[in-house]
Antibody
Framework: EVQLVESGGGLVQPGGSLRLSCAASGFTFSSYAMHWVRQAPGKGLEYVSA????????YYANSVKGRFTISRDNSKNTLYLQMGSLRAEDMAVYYC?????????????WGQGTLVTVSS | QSVLTQPPSVSGAPGQRVTISCTGSSSNIGAGYDVHWYQQLPGTAPKLLIYGNSNRPSGVPDRFSGSKSGTSASLAITGLQAEDEADYYC?????????????FGGGTKLTVL
């Protein structure tokens, strides 16, 4: 059974940093691109970042570029999102998601999400 | 402002049919990229509902169907049930210098009357 479990969320002050983790199991983690998607309270889904299966390629939404870093450790089956210079508008539930083998398969599995609260 | 445009809300009575539109442009849906749909029940994570424009993952009832034409896509739900009340999001890909990247619609809240 495919499982994605996020952790690392919590309360952080504006300007602070936080590292999210997503532990994957039930599939060959190193074969799949992985993504972070967030959802602010009462709002829709917002794409944040992506990383290729081997970590060689990354993508960031303009809203987080230069402040967030996505990475993965295929030996630990874990995806990370290092978040810095956090702002009030970064407050959201952060989901990790697996992308299917091709563009035709979509984000086929999602974690339960971890809440990041940015407040003084 | 989302790259893909969805109506904020739709509603229907039990048993009825509803559709949710997803409008893009020549750089995403119109460029030939597939459209996927996600269902988010209250308080839960999104779940893949339709992939590759019109395919249902195992376990998704055939009451749900998807289609794509030109720069738009649609999700249709027939035989509406109370349990279908949820938020629905379309997703595709948009071209950029760094390669195609994921884009979402703003989401549509379905209310079952």
């Amino acid at each position: 059974e495919v499982q994605l479990v996020e952790s690392g969320g919590g309360l952080v002050q504006p300007g602070g940093s936080l590292r999210l983790s997503c532990a994957a199991s039930g599939f060959t983690f190193s074969s799949y691109a992985m993504h972070w998607v967030r959802q602010a309270p009462g709002k829709g889904l917002e794409y944040v970042s992506a990383i290729s299966s081997n970590g060689g390629s990354t993508y960031y939404a303009n809203s987080v570029k230069g402040r967030f870093t996505i990475s993965r450790d295929n030996s630990k089956n874990t995806l990370y999102l290092q978040m810095g210079s956090l702002r009030a508008e970064d407050m959201a539930v952060y989901y990790c998601a697996r992308h299917g083998y091709s563009y035709g398969l979509g984000l086929d599995y999602w974690g339960q999400g971890t809440l990041v609260t940015v407040s003084s | 402002q989302s790259v893909l445009t969805q109506p904020p809300s739709v509603s229907g009575a039990p048993g009825q049919r509803v559709t949710i539109s997803c409008t893009g442009s020549s750089s995403n849906i119109g460029a030939g990229y597939d459209v996927h749909w996600y269902q988010q029940l209250p308080g839960t994570a999104p779940k893949l509902l339709i992939y590759g424009n019109s395919n249902r993952p195992s376990g998704v009832p055939d009451r749900f169907s998807g289609s794509k034409s030109g720069t738009s896509a649609s999700l249709a739900i027939t035989g509406l049930q109370a349990e279908d009340e949820a938020d629905y999001y379309c997703q595709s890909y948009d071209s950029s210098l760094s390669g195609p990247h994921v884009v979402f619609g703003g989401g549509t809240k379905l209310t079952v009357l």
